[in-house]
């Protein structure tokens, strides 16, 4: 444990970080006396033993880290979440000391609103090795370790009940499930809804509770960006989806995929001429065969 000539001089550099404190076996140290919170064990060591401390506040953030089923709870409100780092961010909920000018968003230190602040930056975050693009810094670095340097640079995620470990938090979810019988529920703060997965809550939320995925012209809203691409092609009529075969043009890449088993299940001859039965597999070759045959009939018919 460092001590407080440490923990200033190091741990808190010019008020930049924030002094995480496990409050799960808080008690007083000249009495012994158990407490909850660091509020009340703060009033007794005033009242009872006459301690002083400062007006600015205690200046640390308390967290219960015993877990229960494998969860760790909330002290404030005794919501559950599954890891840390979720706990850590609901925390933002109740210590808004920092408040987003752009979306009203509130975080506990300026530190996490200047993270939050990417979201809002233009450009975003291009991956060096691929065409997609990100919104902050942190969920490039993700894609990079999992996508282009394999798990062996990923933090492996652990089970609290067995020796298995992870790469994706999904992953854990359904192992907690299936081999430990351990399920979790997500409920919407607005709404109060509850979902079965985080997935569920975020699409649900995007939808009826932001602007994130909403069209800039008909203003409907959808659960995902993805949804909100598809979308536009309704407004834009781009027909971006072509079948190498027969050349036809489709704006949505399902409509392509549903258009293929025609190709796939059927007979390879998929154009045939009205005028003498033959088949070909793809529009040049039939529109060739017309123009050669079909249309030199004509003329030699006409010329008869």
Known sequence: MPDYVTILKELVPKGKRTVK??????????????????????????VDHEKDF??????????????????FLCHICDKMFQTFILLNRHMNVHFSNAVCE?????????????????????GGYPCGKCPKVYTTSSNLKYHVEKSHEGATKMRMLRCPHCPERFTEHFRKLKHLKDS??????FECDVCK??????RALTMHTNKFHTKKTQCNICNKSFSCITTLKK????????RNFVCRICQKSYRHQKSLKHHLQI???????????????????????????????HTRCLFDYGAS
């Open 180 to 185: 430990h019988g351990v399920t979790f529920t």
């Open 263 to 293: 190709h796939v299940n059927g007979d390879s001859n998929k154009f045939f001429c009205s005028e003498c039965g033959s088949g070909f597999s793809n529009r040049d070759d039939f529109n060739e065969h017309v123009k050669d045959w």
């Open 21 to 46: 404190v496990d409050i799960s076996n808080l008690k007083c140290k000249i009495c012994e006396k158990n407490y909850a919170d660091l509020d009340t064990v703060r009033k007794h060591l005033t």
């Open 54 to 71: 400062t007006a600015s506040g205690n200046g640390v953030v308390a967290y219960n880290l015993t877990p229960k089923n494998g969860q």
């Open 193 to 198: 809804s509850i979902f079965p997965s985080r």
């Open 231 to 238: 979308h536009m092609v309704s407004h834009t009529g781009e």
């Open 102 to 122: 752009t979306c009203g968003a509130g975080f506990m230190t300026h530190q996490r609103l200047i993270q939050h602040k990417e979201i809002h930056a233009p």
